[in-house]
């Protein structure tokens, strides 16, 4: 038998270490707990209607179909046994492996309180995605019923929590939906009277971007009709609202419709890899690996993506810190698939180098900011150039042909039109959206 790949999770870095394996003398297994490849920095646009979920998502068995060494299995891994090389699945299912590529990714942090999930929900699925479309679109379907001008205003009041690239990009479209997309919709409300509020934690949105390029972002925010609240620390969240700590103290929030975009965390199956081979997690629950990607004393075991706690080995530099970006996912999918490939052949295996192309964020109609690093040095640029290198990139990374022209099409029709033709939702159990949004 040939040697056996495993790989668990297909998101960037399993994708691109699958497809690395092209040509190599192994049988490669990916199973996932999707049936889909997302490509996640778009996926806040399906949360806010503006794509439709095929436009950013692809069949994992549709990417593999030419590449007749690769096995998709859709299943959800829940134990690894290093010792005896196999993993299980949920349904009790094992699977047997040679080498293995842990690639899960990572989901919220709530920093302890979970309980606040019910209320504020994340975006790192495409189920999350609708259900943040959902309770936006109710809410406003739900104050055009409502008589009570208190309850009308909690419910035209939007709150992101986190003002990360994900918080900014969320809350620059809420601005955009109410005061573009729905005016002469309604009749009893007026949805540009809705407020949209941004809530970080500390002194700056952007915190990976330079200083000048996070206030230019703020700004651009504020300009977008976003209320930025910078120092905010959020002490509570329930079905009502949220309540924060600011320098000025205690203030309360109410909201029906709040979106947690404040924190993430490593995939469950760290844990699961550390009980099987005792490696180390770092705090936010991610797998410390070795220079190569692998584990102490498994050297058939690497972990890359979001679950990977790895640094970057540039020859004569100090090892840094890997960023959670999806170029850093691929290249490390790209690095397990060549040491992989050295190993079989006997050869020693490479530390991983990451390559820093800078860091992207849009914040809403000809809005975005730029930092990219280039052999000349670090170029930085804000406003319209930026907002059209941010949607050309975009575009050029998705999937397939068909999503490429997809995408450009319907951002060229909601450029000029300003509609977003994605805003079809169901209510939660037959309920009335009144009650679903209040609920």
Same mark, same amino acid.
Request: contains cysteine; hydrophobic residues 45%; positive net charge.
């Given at each position: 038998?040939?040697?056996?790949?495993?790989?668990?999770?297909?998101?960037?870095?399993?994708?691109?270490?699958?497809?690395?394996?092209?040509?190599?003398?192994?049988?490669?297994?990916?199973?996932?707990?999707?049936?889909?490849?997302?490509?996640?920095?778009?996926?806040?646009?399906?949360?806010?209607?503006?794509?439709?979920?095929?436009?950013?998502?692809?069949?994992?068995?549709?990417?593999?179909?030419?590449?007749?060494?690769?096995?998709?299995?859709?299943?959800?891994?829940?134990?690894?046994?290093?010792?005896?090389?196999?993993?299980?699945?949920?349904?009790?299912?094992?699977?047997?492996?040679? /080498?293995?590529?842990?690639?899960?990714?990572?989901?919220?942090?709530?920093?302890?309180?979970?309980?606040?999930?019910?209320?504020?929900?994340?975006?790192?699925?495409?189920?999350?995605?609708?259900?943040?479309?959902?309770?936006?679109?109710?809410?406003?379907?739900?104050?055009?019923?409502?008589?009570?001008?208190?309850?009308?205003?909690?419910?035209?009041?939007?709150?992101?929590?986190?003002?990360?690239?994900?918080?900014?990009?969320?809350?620059?479209?809420?601005?955009?939906?109410?005061?573009?997309?729905?005016?002469?919709?309604?009749?009893?409300?007026?949805?540009?009277?809705?407020?949209?509020?941004?809530?970080?934690? =500390?002194?700056?949105?952007?915190?990976?971007?330079?200083?000048?390029?996070?206030?230019?972002?703020?700004?651009?925010?504020?300009?977008?009709?976003?209320?930025?609240?910078?120092?905010?620390?959020?002490?509570?969240?329930?079905?009502?609202?949220?309540?924060?700590?600011?320098?000025?103290?205690?203030?309360?929030?109410?909201?029906?419709?709040?979106?947690?975009?404040?924190?993430?965390?490593?995939?469950?199956?760290?844990?699961?890899?550390?009980?099987?081979?005792?490696?180390?997690?770092?705090?936010?629950?991610?797998?410390?690996?070795?220079?190569?990607?692998?584990?102490?004393?498994?050297?058939?075991?690497?972990?890359?993506?979001?679950?990977?706690?790895?640094?970057? /080995?540039?020859?004569?530099?100090?090892?840094?810190?890997?960023?959670?970006? =999806?170029?850093?996912?691929?290249?490390?999918?790209?690095?397990?698939?060549?040491?992989?490939?050295?190993?079989?052949?006997?050869?020693?295996?490479?530390?991983?180098?990451?390559?820093?192309?800078?860091?992207?964020?849009?914040?809403?109609?000809?809005?975005?900011?730029?930092?990219?690093?280039?052999?000349?040095?670090?170029?930085?640029?804000?406003?319209?150039?930026?907002?059209?290198?941010?949607?050309?990139?975009?575009?050029?990374?998705?999937?397939?042909?068909?999503?490429?022209?997809?995408?450009?099409?319907?951002?060229?029709?909601?450029?000029?039109?300003?509609?977003? /033709?994605?805003?079809?939702?169901?209510?939660?159990?037959?309920? =009335?959206?009144?009650?679903?949004?209040?609920?």
């Amino acid at each position: 038998m040939r040697p056996q790949v495993l790989i668990i999770g297909c998101g960037f870095g399993g994708l691109e270490a699958a497809r690395a394996l092209r040509a190599a003398d192994v049988d490669i297994t990916v199973v996932d707990k999707t049936n889909h490849h997302l490509f996640q920095p778009l996926l806040y646009q399906v949360a806010t209607a503006g794509l439709s979920a095929p436009s950013i998502a692809a069949p994992i068995r549709h990417l593999f179909r030419r590449q007749p060494n690769v096995t998709t299995l859709l299943g959800e891994v829940v134990a690894i046994d290093a010792q005896g090389r196999s993993v299980t699945l949920k349904d009790g299912a094992r699977l047997r492996w040679d /080498h293995l590529i842990v690639a899960a990714g990572a989901t919220h942090s709530y920093f302890g309180r979970d309980d606040w999930a019910a209320f504020a929900p994340g975006l790192k699925t495409l189920q999350d995605a609708f259900e943040i479309r959902r309770r936006v679109l109710l809410a406003f379907e739900a104050a055009e019923r409502e008589d009570d001008p208190a309850r009308r205003a909690a419910l035209l009041q939007f709150v992101v929590v986190g003002g990360g690239p994900t918080g900014v990009e969320l809350a620059g479209t809420f601005a955009e939906i109410a005061r573009h997309t729905l005016p002469g919709e309604f009749r009893r409300i007026d949805p540009r009277q809705a407020r949209v509020l941004l809530v970080e934690g =500390s002194p700056r949105v952007l915190q990976a971007m330079p200083e000048a390029l996070s206030e230019r972002a703020r700004e651009q925010l504020t300009a977008l009709g976003v209320e930025v609240k910078l120092g905010a620390r959020v002490t509570g969240i329930d079905a009502q609202g949220l309540d924060i700590t600011t320098a000025a103290g205690a203030e309360r929030l109410q909201s029906r419709c709040i979106v947690w975009a404040a924190g993430v965390a490593a995939s469950p199956l760290g844990r699961a890899l550390a009980a099987a081979t005792g490696c180390t997690l770092d705090r936010a629950g991610r797998v410390v690996v070795g220079p190569d990607l692998s584990l102490p004393g498994f050297p058939t075991i690497q972990v890359i993506g979001d679950l990977a706690a790895a640094q970057s /080995h540039a020859p004569g530099r100090e090892p840094k810190p890997v960023p959670g970006v =999806s170029p850093g996912a691929k290249q490390m999918g790209r690095c397990a698939a060549a040491n992989i490939r050295r190993r079989l052949a006997g050869q020693a295996t490479r530390p991983f180098r990451y390559r820093d192309y800078g860091n992207l964020a849009t914040i809403g109609r000809n809005s975005a900011v730029v930092d990219l690093g280039t052999p000349a040095g670090q170029l930085r640029f804000s406003g319209y150039p930026a907002w059209l290198f941010w949607l050309f990139a975009h575009v050029w990374f998705l999937i397939g042909f068909r999503n490429r022209f997809v995408v450009l099409l319907d951002w060229a029709w909601a450029y000029w039109t300003h509609d977003r /033709h994605a805003r079809v939702v169901a209510t939660a159990n037959g309920a =009335s959206p009144a009650h679903d949004a209040q609920a």
